[in-house]
């Protein structure tokens, strides 16, 4: 591999990484030093940097809040039904 091409994986330890994992990508860039533009993309792809990974990471996210959400108010109508029985009505203090 060229000598460039292993001075900029050093300044990217990410891509490093990702051709540790993928050795296929070591003999692409031995053979095309100039498709460091696909093993960026490729490595985009696999650590999930993509617009479309992050939106459905994002989409995800919401549907765990809203469902947290939900929970939380069920909870906390269960809770006062459970204190309070109905009819019951408690003394106002006398001021």
Same mark, same amino acid.
């Given at each position: 591999?060229?000598? *460039?091409?292993? !001075? ?6 990410d ?8 050795? *296929? ?23 999930g ?6 939106? !459905? ?22 809770? !006062?039904?459970?204190?309070?029985? !109905? ?9």
């Open positions: 591999m060229r000598r *460039e091409i292993q !001075d900029y994986l050093n300044t990217r330890p891509l490093k990484y990702y051709i540790r994992e993928k050795p *296929e990508w070591y003999r692409k860039l031995s053979r095309n030093p100039f498709s460091v533009a696909e093993l960026e993309e490729s490595a985009k792809v696999f650590y940097r993509t617009f479309g990974q992050r939106v !459905d990471r994002f989409h995800q996210q919401l549907q765990n809040f809203g469902l947290l959400m939900e929970l939380i108010s069920v909870m906390g109508e269960t809770s !006062d039904d459970a204190m309070q029985p !109905d009819g019951f009505n408690p003394p106002m203090p006398e001021g």
